[in-house]
Every structure is written in C-alpha cells, then in structure tokens.
C-alpha cells in the first residue's frame, strides 16, 4: 500500500472542489435525509458530519433544527460551505478543515450523534478506519449514533481500475475503500450494529450500504 499515493488524494479532492463548487449538486443526499428522521426519532441534536464536502447535508440537518459541525480536509470545500452559511444566514453550524485520521476535536461523551456519506470509504487504510471508529465511540454520548454510509463489494467500480491496497481501488483519479458486510461487523467495537441497508445511488449506479451503529 503506497501512503504517498492515499495521501495525495487531498490534493485531488481540492482540485475538484475548487473548479467544481456544485459537483454533488445542491439537493441533500438521501442517505442525509434518511438520517435526519432516524436523529429525530432518537431525539438527536447535536452533530458533526464527517466529510462534509460542500456542505449540502450538513445544511440539510441545520435548516432542519440541528445544531452542527461539519468537518472536512479540503478547504476549498469548508470555505464553500462558509459562503452558504453566511448567504443564508444559518447559525446552527459550524465549520473546520480538519483530518480525520487525527484525534478528533471533541470531548469525551460530548455528541448525540455522527453522519458520513461515503468518507468511510475514501482513501483510508484499515488502521485508519478502526481508529476512527474508536474515536466516535469516544465522543459520543451514551446510545449516540454513528451512521454513514460506503460504497460496497457489489460496485461496478470493485476490483477496477488500479488496486491501491487492502479494498482500494482507484478508477479517474479518486481511490475508493470497499466494503462487505464482514468489514463493517468488524468496526462495531463501543457500538451495536442497529441497521445495513443495501442502496444504489447515481446513474452509475453507486452500489453502496447505509450502515446505523449505536453507542453501548
């Protein structure tokens, strides 16, 4: 596994966000939407999105009366979702670049909850995964909820283009970790696995699992 290589990936990703500020599009995702009624039903109201890109969930949860954080490594991508917030006035949520393979800047026991579309499976190695998994546990409160979502065993993507290690692959430039069910079992230590749903996305389309994990 080539680190050099994983790490440039940040490199790329504020490339793309910088000459395209609207490649999601502005719509919220429906693994966003999904979550926001499963942090309703839970009485969720503090969260932080991880990955948050250019923002367009984590204004979903604001708009929709949580109050939230959202991290990302691009500050291309942080600085877009400044100008929305500003444009629109929200004061429910927060911003920071930040890398999620360090220790991440919360206290202990101090979120309801955590939501991720796809940056579990960004280019991250196993180590990484496992010790991001550790920290959410650490940072949530008792029964908080970690959902997110990855790109799965069933991708038309999985096992193209140039292996970048354990399940990576890299297909145009972006290297992509794919998941099987073992792999998401196995990132359960502090949770209990409440949900994995099976879901497309895209025209590809996008294979992937919305996975629900509650603190013990």
Same mark, same amino acid.
């Given at each position: 596994?080539?680190?050099?290589?994983?790490?440039?990936?940040?490199?790329?990703?504020?490339?793309?966000?910088?000459?395209?500020?609207?490649?999601?599009?502005?719509?919220?995702? /429906?693994?966003?939407?999904?979550?926001?009624?499963?942090?309703? /039903?839970?009485?969720?109201?503090?969260?932080? /999105?991880?990955?948050?890109?250019?923002?367009?969930?984590?204004?979903?949860?604001?708009?929709?009366?949580?109050?939230?954080?959202?991290?990302?490594?691009?500050?291309?991508?942080?600085?877009?979702?400044?100008?929305?917030?500003?444009?629109?006035?929200?004061?429910?949520?927060?911003?920071?670049?930040?890398?999620?393979?360090?220790?991440?800047?919360?206290?202990?026991?101090?979120?309801?909850?955590?939501?991720?579309?796809?940056?579990?499976?960004?280019?991250?190695?196993?180590?990484?995964?496992?010790?991001?998994?550790?920290?959410?546990?650490?940072?949530?409160?008792?029964?908080?909820?970690?959902?997110?979502?990855?790109?799965?065993?069933?991708?038309?993507?999985?096992?193209?283009?140039?292996?970048?290690? /354990?399940?990576?692959?890299?297909?145009?430039?972006?290297?992509?970790?794919?998941?099987?069910?073992?792999?998401?079992?196995?990132?359960?230590?502090?949770?209990?696995?409440?949900?994995?749903?099976?879901?497309?996305?895209?025209?590809?389309?996008?294979?992937?699992?919305?996975?629900?994990?509650?603190?013990?």
């Amino acid at each position: 596994m080539d680190t050099k290589v994983l790490n440039q990936q940040s490199q790329h990703w504020e490339k793309n966000f910088s000459n395209k500020p609207e490649m999601f599009g502005l719509e919220p995702s /429906e693994p966003a939407k999904k979550s926001l009624k499963i942090f309703q /039903e839970n009485n969720i109201n503090t969260i932080i /999105e991880l990955g948050a890109g250019l923002g367009r969930d984590s204004i979903y949860f604001s708009i929709n009366n949580l109050s939230v954080t959202s991290l990302d490594y691009s500050q291309s991508g942080i600085n877009i979702i400044n100008k929305k917030i500003n444009k629109d006035k929200l004061k429910n949520i927060k911003t920071k670049v930040f890398d999620i393979r360090q220790k991440l800047p919360f206290e202990d026991n101090s979120i309801d909850g955590c939501f991720s579309h796809m940056l579990y499976c960004m280019a991250l190695s196993n180590q990484n995964l496992f010790n991001l998994n550790r920290e959410i546990c650490r940072i949530l409160k008792p029964d908080g909820l970690n959902i997110y979502t990855v790109r799965n065993e069933h991708d038309g993507d999985y096992k193209n283009g140039i292996h970048r290690g /354990e399940d990576m692959y890299e297909n145009d430039g972006f290297i992509v970790h794919f998941f099987n069910k073992t792999k998401i079992n196995q990132l359960t230590d502090g949770f209990k696995n409440i949900k994995i749903e099976s879901f497309e996305e895209g025209t590809f389309p996008r294979k992937l699992y919305f996975v629900v994990n509650k603190k013990i």
